[in-house]
Every structure is written in structure tokens, then in C-alpha cells.
């Protein structure tokens, strides 16, 4: 069986420790981000790591991003280039696209263009935390 190759586009904090934990389990990963020092900085925890605008659609094919299985855009500030990524990749047929809101309106806007997970780290976060303080409370009490 091949490995399951995975590649992250945009190396802020969600992205950069998303591509760190893959690469700690010992997976194939591809590190992508339009910043030349972003990009360096995971020159050796990546498998690979390349300066590429992931909203221009040739420099992705030239990447060999079909070959790709899982990708994780982790642009978030800038919803546009997160949508329009997130759209290419699903036209250039990528098998998974798992893609970081910024927004409820980022997220319905993901899943209508037909993101196969959208997440929303901080908001998700905050719930995990909540539930996990209501429950320490209750042990407490
Ligand atoms: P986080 O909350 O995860 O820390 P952040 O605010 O640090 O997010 P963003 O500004 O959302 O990060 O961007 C994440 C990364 O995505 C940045 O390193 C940025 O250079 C990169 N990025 C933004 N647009 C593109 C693009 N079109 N192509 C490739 N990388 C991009």
C-alpha cells in the first residue's frame, strides 16, 4: 500500500502545527505558504516545503498537487485566497480538503463549494474547554 501523502497550505499557527504533528507521526508531508522565511523554518520538518501562491491554479499542477491525497488549507485571514484555493483544489479533483473558517459565513461559503471538513479551531477550542471546565466542576462537587 502507498503512503498517504498530505500536503498544508499556510504555515500560521494552525497550519504550522498541523504540518509539525503529521510530520512527528512520520507522515509525507508537503509544506506550503507564499512566505519565503515561513517556508524555510520548515525546510527540515517537512518532507518538503516550497514558496507558492496556492491561488494560482498552474503553480499547484506544477507542485504535483494531484498527487496529493489529503490537503489542509490553513489560510485564515484571508478568506478570499482560502476560497479560491479551496476551489481549485476540488476542481483539480484533490480526494480530501480539509479547510479552517475564519467565519460562519467562511464556513457555509467552504461547504457550498463542497470542502470535505471545515473547521473552526478557536471556536471549537473554546467548546472543548467549556465542556471540560463544567465537567471538572461537577467531579468537584
Ligand atoms: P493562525 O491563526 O493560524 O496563526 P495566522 O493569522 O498566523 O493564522 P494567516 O494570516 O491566516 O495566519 O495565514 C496563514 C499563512 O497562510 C501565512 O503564513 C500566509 O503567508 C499564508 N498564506 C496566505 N495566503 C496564501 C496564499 N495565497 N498562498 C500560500 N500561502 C498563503
Redesign the pocket.
Known amino acids: 500500500m502507498s503512503k498517504h501523502l498530505y500536503a498544508v ?7 504550522a502545527s498541523i504540518c509539525k504533528e503529521l510530520a512527528r507521526e512520520g507522515m509525507e508531508v508537503l509544506a ?4 519565503e522565511e ?1 517556508v524555510n523554518e520548515y525546510k527540515d520538518i517537512a518532507s518538503h516545503a516550497v514558496i ?4 494560482d491554479e498552474f503553480a499547484l499542477k506544477d507542485l504535483g498537487i494531484r498527487n496529493i491525497d489529503h490537503v489542509i488549507v ?5 478568506i478570499h ?1 482560502s476560497i479560491l ?1 479551496t476551489l481549485i483544489l476540488k476542481e483539480l479533483g484533490i480526494d480530501m480538503i480539509t479547510v479552517k473558517a475564519q467565519n460562519d459565513y467562511h464556513e457555509k461559503v467552504l461547504n457550498k463549494i463542497g470542502a470535505d471538513e471545515v473547521v473552526h479551531p478557536e471556536r471549537d477550542m473554546g467548546k472543548r474547554i467549556a465542556h471540560s471546565i463544567i465537567s471538572s466542576n461537577i467531579l468537584d462537587y
Do not use: E
Open positions: 497550505i499556510g504555515l500560521g499557527r494552525f497550519g506550503i505558504d507564499s512566505d515561513k507558492a501562491d496556492s491561488t490553513a489560510i485564515g485571514d484571508n485566497a484555493t
